[in-house]
């Protein structure tokens, strides 16, 4: 049998094959260069960029959970200009579509940061990380009702003909009625999930272990969870979805494209295995030829009952 | 360049209470290694609980085996499971990773190592290659434990040929007191005279409140160059996720908020930072 073809399209991004990175657990790609060439990623999704850069939540900011972790980094990162100057031109040198993972603190910043990016060579997707539970102004402040993901989405769009794509909360009662949102006000694709708010006590010092206090729960804990908010959304909207939430290797995809993901991305489980997104790429092959399945695109959503 | 290897256990051994030193087989990591690096270990092979690496410094390594040594506490599940991976199999180790010791670039200066507790086990490599560079006779080894069961790598620094001097908290061996005293002794009494202190450097390793201490005093010695190995909670140990970060003085470019700091990461921009640029806190 021919090789599987293994190529999607999130909007008018082309991605080879339909693994891409989580914005968060991949920096800007150049310390995980070392362990492969990220020309053979579907995508890279970059760490959250804000419009000035964001010192972050104080230490300590990670903490393990069973079978998973929480995070409270709070979005450092060194902002737009460093961005656009000092991290970019590394990724330009790879043959792979850049996301940029997009936040901030006002509708204005979301829209600046936008408007830019779509101005620079080398970005080919938006994420609008409308989601993250770490940082006390904006973000999920937007993500968590239809009517502030929509202000957000709306003003993005009128900015940029680039692909957006909205990162979905699952600290919601209805996330189907905010992906419906994101649609509407001009979403060309959605990813989900980001983490879920938790908390970790040190009970020999009865205290928090974050400093932040609540993090975000991500890894293999989350899959459930994911799996069913990305199943749920699927049936709701016609847009591509991008589903991620404790993917560790190529079954934990697969079960994620059957749910109705058209691509998936792969967060933590890049600190366990650094080989990790390219292991489940050589993966997916290998299931999709053994089940003789010609095209990756016929099992999105193909779960039965 | 760091990668991920397929180590082979070749035998742990229990060198104090709770205290297991563990030799693995990797030649690329011991080609690689330098002083202060250190690698990650996939404790649980099939499991995901626990799910994150392990940090361990490079302890020692001995090239003509292609042997690499790590000395850890059991402290937890991690540690404990380390300890059970039987001889003959394989761990999964990523490494080296991090930014180690700066071993000076000339001959003439006095390299003095603070170890204190654990901090032993990335200190007793450097030590090797300070005596290796700069020859012994300019390294000096002080260190210092709770008490004299707790002090790991007496031994092994002596047999590199370097003075030890030894501290203990309750006095049951060397001086009785806190190693950070050996230092403010040797870096203010008459020896300095013949040794201006432009000509020293120290290098530590141990809990933050001795560290702390350490770049005080040799701050207030006038030392131009204070080297310390942080030990901040990692979960990638790669430079991705941000979770590691210590405060460090001075603004990052583009900071318009008016900080006066800026963070770094311990596992990439670190372990090893120069004392005088560490906010402690
Ligand atoms: C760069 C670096 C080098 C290190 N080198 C050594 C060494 O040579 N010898 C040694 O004994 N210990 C060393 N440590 C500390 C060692 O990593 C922890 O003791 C170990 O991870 C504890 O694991 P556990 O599962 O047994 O404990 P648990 O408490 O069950 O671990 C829970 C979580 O906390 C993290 N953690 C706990 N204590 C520490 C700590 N002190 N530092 C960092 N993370 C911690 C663990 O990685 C894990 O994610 C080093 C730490 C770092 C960051
Ligand atoms: C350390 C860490 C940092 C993260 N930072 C971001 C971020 O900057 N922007 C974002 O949208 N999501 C961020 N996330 C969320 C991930 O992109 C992802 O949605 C989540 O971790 C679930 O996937 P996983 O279980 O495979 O990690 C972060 C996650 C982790 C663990
Ligand atoms: S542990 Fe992830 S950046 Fe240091």
């Known amino acids: 049998m021919t090789k599987p073809d293994l190529s999607v399209n999130i909007g008018k991004i082309k991605m080879k094959n339909p693994v891409t990175v989580a914005s968060g657990t991949f920096g800007f790609g150049q310390e995980m260069a070392d362990f492969y060439d990220l020309g053979r990623l579907g995508a890279i999704t970059v760490k959250g960029t804000s419009l000035e850069p964001w010192s972050g939540n104080d230490y300590p900011r990670t903490v393990e959970t069973p079978s998973g972790m929480l995070n409270a980094i709070g979005l450092q990162n060194d902002g737009l200009d460093a961005f656009v100057n000092e991290k970019l031109p590394f990724l330009r040198q790879f043959d792979v579509p850049v996301i940029v993972n997009v936040v901030g603190q006002s509708v204005y910043e979301y829209a600046r940061v936008s408007e830019v990016l779509g101005k620079t060579e080398g970005v080919h997707g938006l994420e609008l990380n409308v989601s993250c539970p770490n940082v006390k102004k904006g973000c999920l402040a937007f993500g968590n009702s239809p009517e502030g993901i929509a202000e957000v989405v709306k003003a993005v769009r009128e900015v940029t003909d680039l692909t957006l794509i909205t990162k979905l909360s699952p600290n919601v009662t209805d996330v189907v009625s905010i992906a419906k949102a994101a649609v509407e006000a001009g979403s060309d694709a959605l990813s989900l999930i980001n983490t879920l708010l938790g908390v970790a006590i040190d009970p020999w010092r009865k205290k928090f272990r974050l400093a932040n206090i609540t993090g975000g729960l991500s890894g293999p804990a989350v899959k459930p969870i994911a799996l069913r908010m990305v199943w749920q959304v699927a049936q709701a909207v016609d847009v591509p979805i991008i589903g991620m939430g404790g993917i560790m290797n190529e079954m934990d995809a697969v079960e994620f494209m059957l749910a109705g993901a058209d691509a998936v991305a792969v967060g933590t489980g890049n600190f366990v295995n650094p080989m990790a997104a390219v292991e489940i790429i050589d993966g997916i092959e290998e299931y999709l030829a053994s089940a003789n399945i010609s095209d990756v695109k016929q099992i999105v959503g193909a779960v039965g009952k | ?281």
């Not at chain 2, 300070?130 to 002080?142: F, I, P, Q, R, T």
């Not at chain 2, 432009?198 to 560290?211: D, F, K, L």
């Not at chain 2, 460090?248 to 770094?264: C, L």
């Open chain 2, 1 to 281: 360049m760091k990668g991920i290897y397929n180590c082979e256990v070749i035998a742990h051994s229990e060198v104090s209470p709770g205290v297991i030193r563990s030799l693995l087989h990797c030649p690329e990591i011991v080609r690689q290694a330098q002083p202060g690096q250190f690698v990650n270990v996939r404790v649980a092979a099939t499991t995901t609980d626990p799910l994150l690496r392990r940090p361990f410094s490079v302890h020692a390594v001995y090239p003509n085996e292609g042997l690499f040594s790590l000395l850890y506490v059991l402290v937890g599940r991690g540690t404990a499971l380390m300890n059970k991976i039987a001889a003959g199999e394989n761990v999964s180790v990523v490494g080296p990773l991090g930014r180690g010791f700066d071993l000076g670039d000339s001959t003439g200066a006095q390299h003095i190592i603070v170890a204190g507790g654990c901090g032993a086990a990335p200190l007793h490599f450097l030590s090797d290659r300070l005596c290796a560079l700069w020859g012994c006779e300019n390294v000096k080894v002080l260190t210092g434990a709770r008490s004299k069961n707790a002090l790991l790598c007496e031994a092994e620094f002596i047999s590199h040929g370097v003075e030890v001097v030894v501290s203990t908290d309750d006095g049951s061996y060397g001086h009785h007191g806190l190693v950070t005293e050996l230092l403010q002794r040797r870096l203010f009494n008459s020896q300095l005279e013949t040794h201006n202190s432009q000509h020293i450097r120290v290098y530590s390793c141990g809990p933050n409140a001795m560290m702390r201490e350490v770049a005080r005093i040799a701050h207030e010695a006038g030392v131009p160059n204070c080297q310390v190995s942080l030990e901040n909670n990692m979960a990638c140990g790669l430079g991705v996720c941000m979770g590691c970060v210590q405060k460090i003085k001075g603004p990052v470019p583009g900071d318009t908020s008016g900080n006066n700091w800026h963070r770094e990461r311990v596992c990439k921009d670190g372990p090893v930072f120069n004392a005088e640029d560490i906010i402690w806190d």
